[in-house]
């Protein structure tokens, strides 16, 4: 154990964290994304949301001040009435961790392919739709 981590975050992930670079991106994905599909490394955080889990890695993690947006969301498909209100939650935790940028919205299959890029994933068991996010990191001061 150490102090100031996040007791939600388990040694792999912080690992994953540790090792990643300015620029690599983390996916947290909600109980519906095909995380182990996308061919990256997955750390499973069962029995989570993603609201907790996004506010516990922005402990750690600093988001890319250099694009312009450091965060994603996959956009909802249209013709869906989904209204993907956990976005709300999204924007005040990444105020609360400094980032008042819109996050960037990305369509359902390009969110896919871009998974498929990323340093690793995340996936929880969050229940509600849309709920997935990318986290672009930043530079460590």
Known sequence: MLNK???I????????MMNMGHGDELIIGDGNFPAEAQGVPVVHLDGHGVPEILDAILELMPLDSYVASPTAIMEVVPGDPIVPVIWDEYRAILKRHGCA?????????AFYDRAKTAFCI???SEAAQY???ILKKGIVK
């Open 101 to 109: 940028i819109e996050p960037e919205h990305v369509e359902r299959f």
């Open 131 to 133: 709920a997935n996010i």
């Open 5 to 7: 981590i996040p007791k």
């Open 9 to 16: 975050l388990p040694a792999e992930l912080v690992h994953l």
């Open 122 to 124: 995340v996936a929880s």
